[in-house]
């Protein structure tokens, strides 16, 4: 007989009870939390944007109201314009970027990461301010140095045109790109060079007819997100377009939510927006699953650096002039701003002054406030977001449940949501009664937790992935419940990876624009949404100074998950 | 009483049978393996015993008692048993001491008690100097030795390995299948062992179950399994055989004409299994009793251990696989003589 302390003998006669394991009750209350972030604002926005206001009756009105001006229907157009210039443009500059670090014996490779990471952390917003500054038609800094250069008086950039907005979009989208094409560029083998090679290719042939055609699905999909995320966006539209009169879908969006607040006429006029994102991601997704195009050919096969020769200070020139514009100069320019007394005098030392940092953190009612905000929406959603993940992923991978693969579903669902729509449909199901929830924090939160839950869901469906069954089914033989084993032996595998999602949310929810834009109170603001009051107000050395407090936080987040987490934890393509 | 007992074992997923009424008995302290090619059900009868996987007929009971049965199953952490995974499932998190301690923590043992049996465990299988490291710091074949000492570790009722060693290489695989058999030796745990690998199964297990299409088809032990093969599968999947179609007239089993001894077969066509090493080839005519006849050698080739010869009966358009040791070289075309053991045919279905 053994000795197993475990009586196996004795248990008592199992029931069919077992069937009914804290399993099942968890995956009612996720599917009822999922259908309430997901499911209720997205339909309940499609229903309004058939009814009248406050009646409820049904009606078409809304979609005529809502494409019934040219002026309307000329933002639509702006939109889809705006979205494929800034994607085409990330393309260009994003696309060497990524063949030189990935594939040559190109000299400065951590600075161009480095340079690709800082465009992606900075808030895009703030780019567009640096970038006002920089390239006003009047007084911006390229435009003053042109003028003592040449002694002209014409201006020599404008960023209050519809391509300067492109541009400075496509300055802080990039990375994607980038990110994109390099992981593709990684996969393929010296091998499949080489055989070009061989044939008779030198490396300019052998670049444009195999590799550029082998990482070609990446690029399109690069360009795709962009394109989405620029007509989602709402931040440098508002400051750059709306001076400039250039309308977009998100700003005009913007504009329905001005008193007498329109909702029903928004939600008939975002509905393209949720179609156009709906059908590309669909479109991007069919052409990923082509079988044979796909650039993933395996890790086999050795990889070797291109030698360039001189050309290759050619392309770190390229890295470099782009770290100037993305990263080094408007940082330079915001920083000025915010430690002067005008940012129009320059650099010196009468220019300069705490006062702008000290009127927002000792003398504005608004800012500290603002700070708290930020640091704990984001933190609340972020928990949210990557706890309910985290239990959607463990059911859908392990397959606890039949019908796992809805949870899986809604949670992935918000990813193909322009996060300005989701706000429209957290407005109009949760804003007004039975809940009333208008300005308060919780919509916040909520909103934010919904519009992140695929970044937490991804993390965590790749974490739990990387955790062999086997190694929970250990733990259970020896005499451990479902519950014991996930906390010795699951969770604490899955550790690092989790607080990587949760830093991840925390940081993109920290700078979150488009969505907080509809849903704060007076109270409630973000730094974001506070930003960029200030910028409407013009005072650009307050404003730079709140950027660069924001730069700090996002910075100081940024910081302990690479000491936590790794390196590249905000650029791995998941 | 059996220590393991499995009764019309069934798991169907839908339509699909994948194990099919599986009847086995394990006394205690016996070391059954269930062999057999992948997706013959041996790892899903294996993951029901544990309690993974829920029957959908029959029982499995352990001492007596009934762990499984459709509807009702006592869940893995409460049959006392232990399981070596194909991945070994150490936890990377733990060191080893750690990884072997977990399951005596659970069986609320006293500290000094776990600390003097993880100890003596690790100095068994030969770990004691790595008791403090991390699985990531430890080879394959060391790997493989936390996971033996963490399921032996507990003395549990029953232990379970599945495909153990089939991420080693092949030399390790060797080494580790004899101290599998050692551990078994020294502790008698009764154990079920999962492999496709016959040779795993024959230097382990006091009996072999081989297993196709999800039923059990003979469980005997290796060498009866071997010289005595039941079924046609049996036959085909352990060793290499020459299967021929024979016949039985009045108590005498022929192939081609050739007699191959009396037979209590009823009269009518069968099938049998003759194995290479079931004959031997001579240059005389062996002054041996059983059937003896002359032949030809229509091919060989030399495998280093032995000879593989495929010699033709005179007359016939059988051709026969023969085993012969090194130092027995024949000529191709050679006129020889061929002598069958008749212990070793066997008559399969």
């Known amino acids: ?574 | 009483m059996p220590r393991l007992t499995l009764s019309g074992l069934t798991k169907a997923y839908g339509k699909l049978t994948v194990v099919d009424s599986v009847d086995l008995t394990l006394e205690e302290g016996e070391f059954v393996s269930l062999l057999g090619p992948s997706g013959c059900g041996k790892t899903t009868t294996l993951r029901m015993i544990a309690g993974f996987i829920d029957p959908t007929g029959g029982s499995i009971s352990v001492d007596g008692a009934v762990l499984s049965a459709p509807g009702a199953v006592v869940p893995p952490e409460r049959r006392g048993m232990s399981m070596i995974f194909q991945s070994y499932a150490i936890w990377p998190n733990m060191t080893v001491a750690e990884n072997v301690a977990f399951g005596l923590k659970l069986r609320k043992l006293t500290r000094e008690e776990v600390t003097r049996r993880v100890g003596e465990m690790l100095e068994v299988v030969k770990l004691d100097h790595l008791a403090h490291r991390y699985p990531a710091e430890l080879s394959g074949g060391q790997q493989q030795r936390v996971a033996l000492a963490r399921a032996i570790v507990v003395k549990p009722a029953v232990l379970l390995l599945d495909e153990p060693l089939s991420n080693l290489d092949a030399n390790l695989r060797e080494e580790m299948r004899f101290e599998i058999r050692r551990l078994h030796d020294e502790f008698r745990i009764t154990t079920v062992y999962v492999t496709h690998d016959q040779a795993e199964a024959m230097a382990t297990s006091d009996r072999i179950a081989v297993m196709n299409a999800g039923r059990i088809e003979q469980v005997d032990a290796p060498h009866l399994l071997y010289t005595r093969p039941r079924t046609r599968f049996v036959a085909g999947f352990v060793g290499r055989t020459n299967l021929l179609e024979a016949q039985v007239s009045s108590g005498m089993l022929r192939v081609d004409g050739i007699a191959l001894g009396p037979s209590a077969q009823p009269d009518g066509p069968v099938l049998v299994s003759l194995r290479p090493q079931a004959m031997t080839i001579h240059e005389a005519q062996p002054p041996l009793p059983g059937p003896v006849f002359e032949a030809s050698i229509a091919e060989r080739t030399y495998l280093g251990e032995s000879w593989d010869y495929v010699v033709q009966p005179q007359g016939s358009s059988l051709r026969l696989r023969a085993a012969a040791a090194p130092l027995e070289a024949h000529e191709v075309g050679r006129r020889v003589w061929l002598a069958i053991d008749p212990r070793q045919v066997s008559v399969v279905q």
């Open chain 1, 1 to 574: 007989m053994s000795d197993a302390a475990l009586p196996a003998a004795q248990v008592v006669r199992p029931s069919r009870l077992r069937r009914l394991e804290p399993v099942t009750f968890l995956w009612i209350a996720l599917i009822a939390a999922l259908l309430v972030l997901v499911a209720a604002p997205i339909l309940k926005m499609v229903v309004i944007s058939f009814e009248e206001q406050d009646t409820g009756v049904f009606t078409i009105q809304n979609y005529l109201t809502a494409y019934g001006r040219a002026r309307y229907l000329e933002a639509l157009r702006n939109s889809l314009m705006l979205g494929a210039l800034s994607a085409a443009i990330s393309v260009v500059i994003a696309v060497p970027m990524a063949w030189a670090v990935s594939r040559t014996d190109m000299p400065g490779k951590g600075f161009t990461w480095a340079t690709v990471l800082a465009a992606f952390i900075m808030p895009p917003y703030l780019g567009a301010i640096g970038w006002i500054l920089l390239a006003g038609p009047n007084s911006g800094w390229f435009n003053v140095t042109w003028r003592a250069l040449t002694g002209t008086t014409d201006s020599l950039v404008n960023v209050y045109t519809f391509t300067g907005m492109a541009f400075v979009i496509a300055l802080h989208s990039f990375p994607l790109v980038f990110i994109f094409v390099k992981s593709a560029l990684d996969l393929i083998s010296s091998e499949m060079e080489d055989a070009a090679n061989v044939l008779g290719g030198g490396t300019w042939v052998t670049m444009r007819r195999v590799t550029l055609p082998l990482v070609w699905p990446s690029i399109l999909g690069g360009f795709i997100l962009i394109f989405l995320e620029t007509i989602a966006l709402f931040g440098t539209p508002a400051i750059i377009g709306i001076p400039a009169r250039i309308n977009v879908v998100t700003t005009q969006l913007w504009q329905f939510f001005e008193d007498p607040v329109r909702v029903e006429v928004a939600a008939a006029y975002a509905i393209p927006l949720l179609l156009v994102t709906v059908g590309l991601i669909s479109v991007q997704k069919l052409m990923l699953a082509r079988k044979g195009f796909v650039s993933q050919t395996g890790k086999g096969g050795e990889r070797r650096q291109i030698r360039l020769g001189p050309w290759r200070w050619a392309l770190f020139g390229w890295c470099l002039l782009v770290a100037l514009l993305a990263v080094g100069s408007p940082l330079l320019v915001l920083l000025q701003a915010s430690f002067a007394k005008a940012w129009g005098r320059g650099f010196s030392f009468d220019n300069l002054t705490f006062r702008n940092y000290e009127f927002l953190l000792f003398e504005h009612d608004m800012a500290p406030q603002a700070v708290w905000n930020t640091v704990w929406f984001s933190g609340a959603s972020a928990t949210i977001a990557v706890v309910l993940a985290l239990l959607v992923a463990y059911i859908v991978v392990r397959r606890l449940m039949r019908f796992a693969d809805v949870l899986g579903f809604l949670a992935m669902a918000p990813f193909v949501i322009p996060g300005i729509v989701m706000a429209i449909g957290f407005y109009a199901a949760y804003a007004g009664p039975p809940l009333s929830l208008y300005g308060s924090a919780l919509l916040i939160i909520l909103a934010f937790a919904s519009r992140f839950l695929p970044i937490a869901y991804a993390s965590s469906q790749a974490a739990i992935r990387a955790v062999h069954p086997e190694m929970e089914e250990a733990a259970r033989i020896l005499g451990s419940g479902r519950l014991h084993a996930i906390r010795k032996v699951t969770a604490p595998l899955l550790k690092t990876s989790l607080l990587g999602g949760w830093l991840v949310v925390f940081i993109v929810a920290s700078r979150e624009l488009s969505a907080a834009i509809f849903l704060v109170g007076p109270r409630t603001r973000t730094m974001s949404v506070l930003l960029y009051d200030l910028t409407e107000q013009g005072n650009f050395e307050v404003v730079s100074a709140f950027g660069g407090i924001l730069l700090v936080i996002t910075l100081a987040i940024v910081g302990i998950g690479m000491k936590l987490v790794g390196r590249d934890f905000m650029l791995r393509r998941e």
